[in-house]
């Protein structure tokens, strides 16, 4: 992602960029009154992975958004929707203790949400899932933040839309930031390289995968900057260092 991207004002400041992502939705009408929401709390940027057919309907819904819903952009695949995403926040309805926590664990309501974004700067992608089933296991896997809408536990799940509506509510007016996130490709050769020392200090296979995704959950919630992943790679590239110094060693003796 190029830098030059994001907007900066003449007191230094840089944009936050909110793209709110549409994963598969199944009924046009959500599809319509999202994009209707989406410009009702100040926002542009909407994407549709492999959507349904878009007809009368979603238009009909969208109102007087519908130059949002014609500008929106259409991914077959969730990987190139958030492609150039500096973060990526997936949405969940479960929030107790689950057989798969380490997935879903720890979910964010959008009022903490707004506090860590506040005073940042870059393009943050805002995954919504299916309207039967939400997100698949192994895609909130590749979500650096998850979070989740407090509501009754009677009826927990949420209209598409409406899920969409509060989320914005808490963000329309955020900070105007100045501290820039890590870009995407930085952070992605950050978790490669973590995995990789894992590898080379051989530890245990079945349990690699779990801690890949616990340490993206930790960094995910510092939402780090360019500067702090070198600082972390550079600690990786030591230990790499040392490591394969010491195997050297203990081939030579």
Known sequence: MHRDNHDTDASGKHDLHIRIVLNEPLYEGNIGSTARVIK??????????????????????????????????????????IADSDLIIGTTGMRGETAGRHVRMPAHSPGEVREKLSGRAGTVSIVFGRENDGLTNEELKICDLLVSIPTSEEYPIMNLSHAVAVVLYELCDIEIGSVLLADRHD????????????????????KRQKTVLMTRRILGRAELTAREVYTLRGILRLI???????????GDS
């Open 187 to 206: 952070l992605d050769l950050l978790y490669d390289h973590i995995e990789a020392i894992l590898c080379d200090l051989d530890y245990p296979e079945h």
């Open 240 to 250: 790499d260092y040392h490591n394969r110094r010491g195997l050297r060693n203990l």
């Open 40 to 81: 009702n709390f100040g926002f542009q940027d909407l994407v549709l992975v492999n959507p349904c057919p878009i007809g009368s309907e979603a238009w009909m819904m969208a109102q007087h958004a519908r130059d949002l819903l014609n500008g929106a952009s259409i991914c077959e695949t969730l990987g190139e929707a």
